[in-house]
């Protein structure tokens, strides 16, 4: 780890604590949220329990890109963007909304379609951010490659939504190399899914 990535840490670790949010990097594979159906996830940041986790029992080239993610959907929380506000309705966060309909639920195919789509308009300000604070705070992540890996994740949720189903830890699109040979390297006008991107995921992810 250098000195640009422990920098890093210390600056989220300590901007999260002025904000009295909790920042944890849990010696795990992965994370479960017993809140979104038992979801295994690699990290996250909850506004309501005011508490920013990435699982870190991995290699770092795996880690810190989601630890960088988590940490601008803090900002984005902070600065009470709209995109981030969207996300949530009835004082619920669509995201919640959206997997426990993934994890068998009854809802609205109506309603969920809409809460895709605000997600991923709140995921894609994320990842913008994200690729910035690279930059800012000089962390070694190839930029382009990151963006590849942001649209593999993003054309996802069109995917889980038309599919109601979710990646296995360990097969995420972002991490599937068949995946990102496929991806641009310039975020989309679009993210609704096509057959091309469609067959990889079914190939690869489910």
């Known amino acids: ?3 640009a990535v422990k920098e ?11 904000a009295n949010v909790r920042f944890v990097l849990s010696n795990t594979r992965y994370l479960v949220l017993k809140e979104e159906g038992y979801a295994r996830v690699n990290g996250y940041f909850d506004e309501e329990r005011s508490i920013l986790k990435c699982a870190v029992k991995q290699p770092l080239s795996k880690w810190l890109p989601i630890l960088v993610h988590e940490y601008s959907h803090f900002q984005q929380s902070l600065k009470r963007t ?4 969207g996300c949530i309705v009835r004082g619920r966060d669509r995201s919640d909304e959206f997997f426990r309909w993934i994890s068998g639920e009854k809802k609205s195919v109506k309603l969920m379609e809409e809460c895709m789509l605000k997600i991923v308009a709140c995921e894609l300000e994320c990842e913008k951010w ?11 992540i190839d930029t382009a490659e990151y963006v590849k890996k942001s649209n593999a994740y993003l054309l996802f949720y069109d995917y889980a939504f038309q599919n109601r189903t979710w990646y296995k ?38």
Not at 131 to 139: E, L, M, P, S, T
Not at 169 to 197: C, D, W
Request: charged share 30%; proline share 7%; aromatic share 14%.
């Open 169 to 206: 830890v360990g097969r995420e699109p972002y991490n599937v190399r068949q995946v990102l040979k496929a991806m641009p390297s310039r975020f989309l006008h679009s993210y609704r899914i096509t057959p091309k991107y469609s067959d990889l995921y079914d190939k690869y992810c489910s």
């Open 8 to 18: 890093f840490i210390e600056h989220a670790r300590s901007e999260t604590k002025e």
């Open 1 to 3: 780890m250098n000195k």
């Open 82 to 85: 709209p995109s981030w506000v």
């Open 130 to 140: 994200t690729v910035k604070n690279i930059r800012k705070f000089h962390i070694p």
